[in-house]
Structure formats: C-alpha cells, structure tokens
C-alpha cells in the first residue's frame, strides 16, 4: 500500500510542478497573481473536459476580492479539483473496458483478454514483449488478471 501513496505523493508533486511552470508563464509581472481567463486557458490545455459552469463558481468562489486574479494556491485547489475529475473520468473508462472482457462479471479476465487489449492498444509488441508484460501484471501467475491489477497496469497507480 506504501508505495501506492508515495507513487500518488510523486505524481501529485509533479502536478504541482507543472502548475507552477504554468502560472510563473502567465504572471509575466511577477505579482504573485494571474487572471480568472489564464486559468482556464491553461486548464485547457490539461484536462480533457470539464464543466464550464463549475469552473466560473470555482474562480468566483476563490476571488474573495474580486479582483480578477487568483493567487497559485487558489489557482492550483482550482487546477487540482479538475485534474483529479479527469482522473475519474479516465477510471470510468477503463472500467468499462475492464467490464467487456469480463463478461460473466466476474472481477476478472484471463490474460488471453489481456493481451488482446493490449495488442489492441500497440500493435507494434511482439509475442515475446506481451507474454513479458502479462507476467508482469499477473504477479501470481494465476492467469486472470483482476481489476485492480488491470487498473495498476494502465494507469500506472
């Protein structure tokens, strides 16, 4: 369990990272501060979609002085709320996926299936390479992978 946190620790320093890449780019003056309308430029860029309207009441809500700007904290429980929805959304997804080849829902699918979905996905891996990556995921050699291990496998949590 440990190294799922420090791997969800690590990722979330790296959103972090790139927040402050993005906003240090739109606070050209250096004010500590940037506008309502660069935030949503830069969520843009980052999410996949979101809901317009939750987006504005997020802004309102965290531009207690109505100045247009959001400071980088308030900026980043913006940018956070969305990147983690769109986390969700991809988990949907995969769920769904997930659910197809499981057919008989029975929480978990041969690794037959397994490597269709993943010669689906890259048809580039050779016999070898897909055989290396099922006994990668299928860490008890029981021949059925199930979600959590196809979750991991895919999302790399």
């Not at 004010?31 to 980052?46: A, F, S, V």
């Not at 580039?124 to 290396?132: A, H, K, S, V």
């Amino acid at each position: 369990m440990s190294s799922k946190l420090n791997r969800r620790d690590k990722q979330d320093d790296e959103q972090i990272v790139m927040l402050r890449r993005a906003f240090s780019m739109f606070d050209s003056q250096k004010q500590g501060k940037i506008e309502k309308d660069k935030i949503r430029t830069i969520l843009n860029t980052m999410v996949h979609n979101y809901d317009d309207l939750e987006l504005d009441r997020m802004l309102d809500s965290e531009d207690a002085d109505g100045s247009g700007k959001l400071n980088f904290d308030s900026y980043v429980r913006v940018a956070l709320h969305f990147l983690d929805e769109d986390d969700e959304a991809l988990q949907k997804e995969l769920k769904e996926a997930f659910r197809l080849y499981d057919k008989e829902g029975n929480g978990y699918i041969p690794t037959s299936s397994l490597r269709e979905i993943l010669a689906a996905l890259d048809d580039q891996l050779t016999p070898d390479q897909l055989n290396e990556m099922i006994a990668e995921i299928d860490t008890d050699a029981s021949g059925t992978v199930d979600f959590d291990e196809f979750m991991e496998m895919m999302t790399g949590d």
